[in-house]
């Protein structure tokens, strides 16, 4: 009975004070609950982004133009075929 409590001591964590400690006797792990965060100064939030600023970049405009070129490029064709034809009416009718 005497040596009952040093057994017990000699499992504790050395690291942590005494005062700190937190018993764990009511504890259960819960799975798919977040026990560990990442701090905001430990974020890399910034360089990513500039990092691959220029394939992103070559990304959305090669997206951009096999969704939306057809309809513009047929848009520009037809200003500069009535830009011509106008002037082309102007100079036959003067």
Excluded at 16 to 36: F, I
Excluded at 45 to 50: A, G, K, Q, R
């Amino acid at each position: 009975m005497a040596l009952r409590r040093s057994i017990i001591r000699m499992a504790e964590r050395s690291d942590v004070q005494p005062a700190l400690k937190k018993l764990w006797k009511k504890h259960y792990k819960v799975d798919g609950q977040v026990t560990q965060h990442l701090s905001p100064f430990e974020q890399n939030i910034v360089s990513p982004l500039i990092k691959h600023f220029p394939e992103n970049t070559m990304k959305r405009a090669i997206k951009f133009v096999t969704e939306a070129g057809a309809g513009l490029g047929l848009g520009v064709f037809v200003y500069y075929w009535s830009e011509w034809k106008f002037a082309d009416l102007a100079y036959h009718h003067r």
